[in-house]
Structure formats: structure tokens, C-alpha cells
């Protein structure tokens, strides 16, 4: 354990590699899918209030316990707090990463499959983009085969290295995807019709709300910032000693935010814009569920000029986001067993590997299995994940490690009424908070 560990080579390497672990699928299509079953307007702003709120200190919270234990998740809380079991919360982000894996390693594929489609013409030649992915779906050997590659892909950079593999790739894509993100965004809102889409996305309807719509956003918040997974702490472990926390935790949390809003904004009003009974809309968005960005994005490349051209480079491109987050997840186990079982990186980057590709196996074949994963990942674990960090440095770790931590030995100005509300709000708002919409997203 004694190794010296590598670190981020340079500043902007390790805002890129935080925030290409932040920003993927979760943002571009877990995002949309989400909004639209919560009803709209009111789940966007609960998940932004929920990345305020606990998001952004969470994330502090893993750098914090990353860069202080310089160890795997679990190894970072036992050097901090030894002999007791603290060390569980680690792990349960450690296999919480496991299991997202195995869902997430499927959507990958359904981006492969895309860009071939697109690449080949044939995604573009369809009469039906809803029935052209619900083929997909029924078709398992297709999802298992490229979900294996992509798998295969991800192992492969994780060997490459933390710096070359994983900082490299992100410094140069993350500005390429946000930029065509923008173009689509504007292409979206001047279609005629869009704007019933926009007032979907930013104007309340109470009516719809349901009694889960805040366990639905702070999962949706913590699946998306990558937090209570061990990811961030893992990351944390790799900057180096004058890296800003706090800086890095504000700025990759309003980056991923701002990503997924702008998704919102290029699918929702594309959605209302090409669909052609307003009725069924909100509707037929509900139902689309999975397959909304699957579905939408492509029918609003239809209308575009040189559209399998554009296809083909969102869905490189979205596959780039999602690579750099199935890295960080892959990361994460990978490091752990590693450290923790003096494994090879080899040998323990090939376990991982095909773990995830079992699981992923099941989840192409059951879409049972898959939503499974899916919600006891984003809505039972995570959301316990951030409960126990919160608790941690609220109670457990000594203020003073949190205040060297955040203001790098003193050598940034930190106030003491910053830290304060800092420990306060892990303390009590985040613990409460999350106890409460547990409960009532749960039980009632
Ligand atoms: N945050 C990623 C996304 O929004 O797609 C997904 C993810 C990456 C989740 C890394 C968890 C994680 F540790």
C-alpha cells in the first residue's frame, strides 16, 4: 500500500477527468427520460436544488476523503478512520459502481449500434425511429455483442493508465460533445412547434407530480455528479496537493448540470415539435422512457440537412462521454482490488470485466433485470452512499482534516463561517433531508 500513487498531471486534467466521469449517459439520456416521467418543470428544479444542496458538498465530501486517505474508496476510509467499519461505506460505492455497470455497459452498446446505423446509412433510411429501437431491443445478440466491446474498450484504456488513458481523452471531447449539444439545442427550439416543449421543461404542472418525484431527482443528482460510488473518492485520491477542492467540486457540478439542461433542451421541444398529437405527447415521452433519446435525437436529425453525417457524430461522441464514465466506474472496482488483494491491474481490470459482462448479458435479455439495476442503484444506493458520507465528515472525521483539506494546508482562504456551514449542512440538512425523501419515496 506503500506505492506512490499516480497523480493528475495538470489542473485542467483533473477538472476534464471529474467532469468526464460526471458527464455521460446520465445527463444525455438517463436525464431526459427522467424529467419526462417525473412530469417536467418541477423535477428539474428539484434535481438542480439537490445538486446545491447535496450534490456539490457531497462531492467536496468524496475529494475529501479521496485525497486525505490516498488510497481505493475503501482504503481511503480505513486509513482515516481505522478500526472501525467505516470502511463499508467505500465498498458500498465499490459495488454500487459494479452494479451500475451492468446497465449502463448496455446503453453503451445501443450507442455502438447507433453509430453504425449511422454510419451506414441505415439508421436514417427507417420510416419508424421508435420501431427501429424497439427492434434493437428484441434483439439480444445485438445489445450482447456490442455491449462486450464496449466493455472490452473500457478495459482497455483503464490499462493504459490514469493519465495518458483517462485525462487525455477527456481534456480534448468534453468541448466537442458540449459544442454539438449547442447546435442541436438551437436546431431543437427554432423547429415550429417547439415551444410547448420548452414550457414542458421550465413551466411547473402540479398536477402531475408524483409522491416519488424527490427520491426520482436525488438519485437522478447523485447518478449524475457520479457521487456515493466511490468514483470521486477514487479521483480525489489522484489530485495533487495543490489542487482547489472546493473550485473543482462547484465547477464540474454546474458543468454536468448545465450538460444535462442542455440535453433537455434539445429533446423535449424536439419531441412536442415532431410528434404530432399534443395529447399523446407527455404520454408517448413517459413511455419512451429508455428510448426517448434513442428515438427523439434521431427524428430531429431527420430533419436536418446531411443527417446521417450528424448522427454519426453525436453518437461518437455521446459514446466518448460514456466511455470516460464506464472508465471512472471500471476505475473504481479496479483500484479497489488492486490495493486491497495485491491483485495485477491486469488481472484485476480482466475480473471486472467480466462481472460487467455477465451482468450486462442479463440485463440485454431481461429488461426486468435492467430496470432492476437501474433503480436499486440510483434509488436505494446512492442515495444511502451519500447518507453515510455526509455522516462521516459530519460527525466522524476531525473538523481539522476537513478544513487542511479545503484549504489545502491554509494555504487558500477559507472562512471559518464557510466551513461551518459546510459541516452543518453535512451534519444535519443532508442526513435529514435524504432520511426523509427515502422514506417517503419509498413508502408512500
Ligand atoms: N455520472 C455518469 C453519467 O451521468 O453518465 C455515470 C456514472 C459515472 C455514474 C461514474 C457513477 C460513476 F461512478
Redesign the pocket.
Known sequence: MNKIRIKFASKLGLVAAAAG???????IWRFPSQAADGGGALFIFLYIACILFFGIPLMMGEFIVGRSGRANASGSFQKLAPGTQWKWVGRLGIIT?FL?LGF?MVVCGWTMEYIMQSVSGQLMATDSFSEAFGNLLQNPTRQVVWMLLFTILTAFFILAGVKKGIEQSAKILMPVLFLILLVLGIRSITLPGSVEGLAFLFKPNIESVKSTIFLDAIGQAF????IG?G?MTTYGSYFRDDSNLRKTAVQVSLLDTLVAVLAGIVIFPAAFALTQTPDTIVSSLVAGGPGLLFITIPELFHHMPFSSLWSALFFVLLGIAALT?TI??ME?VTTFLHEEFDMLRRNAVTLVAMGVAVLGVVSSMSPQFFNMLDYTTAKILLPLSGLFISLFIGWYLDKKITFAQLSNEGTLSVSVRFIKLYIFILRYVAPVAIVGIFIYGIFF
Open positions: 466521469s460526471a458527464v455521460g449517459l446520465g445527463n459502481a451500475i449502463y447518478f449524475s455528479l457520479s460510488m468514483c464514465s471512472s466506474l473504481v
